[in-house]
């Protein structure tokens, strides 16, 4: 039973690795009644191993302790053999004579192998300075040690996890374009730095909000609000690319925005959330229309220019021909 609680904290509190093992040899020291528990892991090269975490009396000395694979000790002996070793007196034992006994007052030890992937990782090592251990505190040992085994993976899985989040984040908060992403309710779970600004929402204020009340668009020429888009996503798996649209601030500005919204999908094909993606057109379309004018407008005048009166009429007298409609063209001379 105390195992098993030790193993749920294990693999439900916080994957913090100094204090993950450490709290592994706090669980063993517990469970053996021990006054001494240490984990020494072994490194990739397979020729040193260290003791990544110890708890108990002296532990301090243990602590980031590196040795060598080779050093015929007791921790070195269990994990390259995969055997437990319970030895009752470390005096006439050779192997506790050549690891660190001397520095501690310790009277027994029981040492039991960690593997992963069916290959050499740690050793789970426990320490008593008064009684001997049994073999029922054998039993327990390699019991907790194959629980170890369940936890440390969970733990490098999270761990993974995390570090690929992570990495998505930095990822996301250097590139130009606005991100925001919500969950399958449609709440946002996250914005990065250009979505803030373009919203004027912090990340704090707008996590758990409904993404309409942050993602605020209308359509550009009708200016009339757009609820359903989002929902489309969801409920639908539409994609949405390449809009033009008019987001509304925080502080109720106006930007034109090129978005595109899609569902994100599970490996079953089913939606977890959206994804928008957008950045800012304002200043484009606006150099745009500053270009078209331009093109299309004497400079003196601000009048249409010779090609686009000839456009003009041309559609002019088309419209005329085609639709039955009568037009008007007045010729004024303004030099005389």
Same mark, same amino acid.
């Not at 050779?94 to 001397?102: D, G, H, I, M, V």
């Not at 030890?109 to 009684?131: E, H, I």
């Not at 984040?169 to 803030?196: F, Q, R």
């Not at 150099?287 to 559609?315: G, S, V």
């Given at each position: 039973?105390?195992?098993?609680?030790? &193993?749920?904290?294990?693999?439900?509190?916080?994957?913090?690795?100094?204090?993950?093992?450490?709290?592994?040899?706090?669980?063993?020291?517990? &469970?053996?009644?021990?006054?001494?528990?240490?984990?020494?892991?072994?490194?990739?090269?397979?020729?040193?191993?260290?003791?990544?975490?110890?708890?108990?009396?002296?532990?301090?000395?243990?602590?980031?302790?590196?040795?060598?694979?080779?050093?015929?000790?007791?921790?070195?002996?269990?994990?390259?053999? /995969?055997?437990?070793? +319970?030895? /009752?007196?470390?005096? !006439?034992?050779? %192997?506790?004579?050549?690891?660190?006994?001397?520095?501690?007052?310790?009277?027994?030890?029981?040492? *039991?192998?960690?593997?992963?992937?069916?290959? $050499?990782?740690?050793?789970?090592?426990?320490?008593?300075?008064? @009684?001997?251990?049994?073999?029922?505190?054998?039993?327990?040992?390699?019991?907790?040690?194959?629980?170890?085994?369940?936890?440390?993976?969970? +733990?490098?899985?999270?761990?993974?996890?995390?570090?690929?989040?992570?990495?998505?984040?930095?990822?996301?908060?250097?590139?130009?374009?606005?991100?925001? *992403?919500?969950?399958?309710?449609?709440?946002?779970?996250?914005?990065?730095?250009?979505?803030?600004?373009?919203?004027?929402?912090?990340?704090?204020?707008?996590?758990?909000?409904?993404?309409? @009340?942050?993602? %605020?668009?209308?359509?550009?020429?009708?200016?009339? $609000?757009?609820?359903?888009?989002?929902?489309?996503?969801?409920?639908?798996?539409?994609? &949405?690319?390449?809009?033009?649209?008019?987001?509304?601030?925080?502080?109720?500005?106006?930007?034109?925005?090129? !978005?595109?919204?899609?569902?994100?999908? /599970?490996? !079953?094909?089913? $939606?977890?959330?959206?994804?928008?993606?957008?950045?800012?057109?304002?200043?484009? %379309?606006?150099?745009?229309? *500053?270009?078209?004018?331009?093109?299309?407008?004497?400079?003196?005048?601000?009048?249409? /220019?010779?090609?686009?009166?000839?456009?003009?009429?041309?559609?002019?007298?088309?419209?005329?021909?085609?639709?039955?409609?009568?037009?008007?063209?007045?010729?004024? @001379?303004?030099?005389?």
């Amino acid at each position: 039973e105390l195992i098993d609680n030790w &193993i749920a904290r294990l693999i439900t509190k916080g994957y913090e690795k100094d204090a993950f093992f450490k709290n592994i040899c706090r669980a063993a020291q517990e &469970i053996t009644k021990a006054q001494l528990a240490a984990f020494p892991v072994i490194h990739e090269n397979k020729k040193t191993y260290h003791f990544t975490a110890a708890s108990g009396v002296q532990a301090e000395k243990l602590e980031d302790v590196t040795l060598d694979v080779e050093d015929g000790g007791l921790c070195s002996w269990t994990i390259l053999h /995969n055997k437990s070793l +319970m030895i /009752n007196d470390v005096t !006439s034992d050779e %192997r506790a004579q050549k690891e660190l006994s001397k520095q501690f007052d310790i009277r027994s030890a029981l040492v *039991t192998p960690v593997t992963l992937n069916n290959k $050499p990782y740690g050793a789970m090592s426990v320490f008593r300075a008064y @009684d001997e251990f049994d073999e029922i505190d054998e039993q327990l040992m390699t019991q907790f040690s194959q629980s170890v085994q369940m936890a440390i993976i969970n +733990m490098q899985l999270v761990s993974d996890m995390r570090s690929e989040r992570e990495r998505a984040e930095v990822t996301l908060h250097s590139i130009a374009d606005a991100v925001i *992403t919500t969950n399958v309710s449609g709440k946002i779970e996250y914005m990065n730095h250009v979505a803030e600004s373009l919203t004027a929402w912090s990340i704090e204020e707008a996590k758990n909000q409904a993404v309409q @009340d942050v993602f %605020r668009i209308e359509d550009l020429d009708t200016g009339e $609000p757009i609820h359903d888009v989002v929902k489309s996503c969801l409920y639908e798996g539409i994609s &949405i690319n390449k809009s033009i649209l008019s987001l509304v601030s925080k502080n109720d500005t106006h930007k034109d925005i090129e !978005s595109s919204i899609s569902p994100i999908l /599970n490996t !079953s094909g089913d $939606p977890e959330g959206v994804v928008i993606v957008f950045h800012d057109e304002t200043q484009r %379309r606006q150099l745009e229309k *500053t270009i078209k004018h331009q093109a299309a407008h004497d400079p003196l005048t601000n009048l249409l /220019n010779r090609d686009a009166f000839d456009i003009e009429l041309t559609d002019h007298v088309y419209d005329a021909k085609n639709n039955d409609k009568h037009h008007v063209l007045c010729y004024l @001379d303004l030099d005389r």
